[in-house]
T-cell receptor, first 113, second 112 residues
Framework: DQQVKQNSPSLSVQEGRISILNCDYT??????FLWYKKYPAEGPTFLIS?????DKNEDGRFTVFLNKSAKHLSLHIVPSQPGDSAVYFC????????????FGAGTRLTVKP | NAGVTQTPKFQVLKTGQSMTLQCAQD?????MYWYRQDPGMGLRLIYY???????DKGEVPNGYNVSRLNKREFSLRLESAAPSQTSVYFC???????????FGSGTQLSVL
């Protein structure tokens, strides 16, 4: 039962362009959404989050958009840099079981110089 | 400031062997978690501890046990390892339940 889905296993963009990573969820009770970034042989690190009372949150080059009616969120990286190449996980929590943060399968982003 | 420290980094077991994965955090966090990462599955919660003295099952607890030894330490035990437990295991901590997680660097476990 995958309540958080990242349907694109990989994404490749050119340095300087925009990267858009997408995430869909099925549980309408989720009220807190996060993006984590993971480099090889390291643990995931927190990148940015958004609560369900907002539809946008921005932190430097990173912006997360939330569309509650579509149960969809996206992460925009502008401009993309080679150091952004990593696996990005979408996560969500809240609802019936507030103790279980659900993760998507991840999207591998490659930023080409 | 080490954050979340996991040991060992790599482990190979034979089916039926037991082992304990150790985790410690130095951020004075209340909640700690064990996740496993499998290809195409993302991270799935095995067990968590909301606070010192409490532990609860997550999404995939079968075959595992945990101990919250004190506020800093949270261990994961495999009593009788099975090939299906081959995975990368991550320990994480947070100030409170389901808040921003801080992860360790992971343990690559292979069960033959």
């Amino acid at each position: 039962d995958q309540q958080v889905k990242q349907n694109s296993p990989s994404l490749s963009v050119q340095e300087g362009r925009i990267s858009i990573l997408n995430c869909d969820y099925t549980n309408s009770m989720f009220d807190y959404f996060l993006w984590y970034k993971k480099y090889p042989a390291e643990g995931p690190t927190f990148l940015i989050s958004i609560s369900s009372i907002k539809d946008k949150n921005e932190d430097g080059r990173f912006t997360v958009f939330l569309n509650k009616s579509a149960k969809h969120l996206s992460l925009h990286i502008v401009p993309s840099q080679p150091g952004d190449s990593a696996v990005y996980f979408c996560a969500a929590s809240g609802g019936d079981n507030n103790n279980d943060m659900r993760f998507g399968a991840g999207t591998r982003l490659t930023v080409k110089p | 400031n080490a954050g979340v420290t996991q040991t060992p980094k790599f482990q190979v077991l034979k089916t039926g062997q037991s082992m304990t994965l150790q985790c410690a955090q130095d951020m004075n966090h209340n909640s700690m978690y064990w996740y496993r990462q499998d290809p195409g599955m993302g991270l799935r919660l095995i067990y968590y501890s909301a606070s010192e003295g409490t532990t609860d099952k997550g999404e995939v607890p079968n075959g595992y046990n945990v101990s919250r030894l004190n506020k800093r330490e949270f261990s994961l035990r495999l009593e009788s390892a099975a090939p299906s437990q081959t995975s990368v295991y991550f320990c994480a901590s947070s100030v409170g339940l389901s808040e921003k997680l801080f992860f360790g660097s992971g343990t690559q476990l292979s069960v033959l």
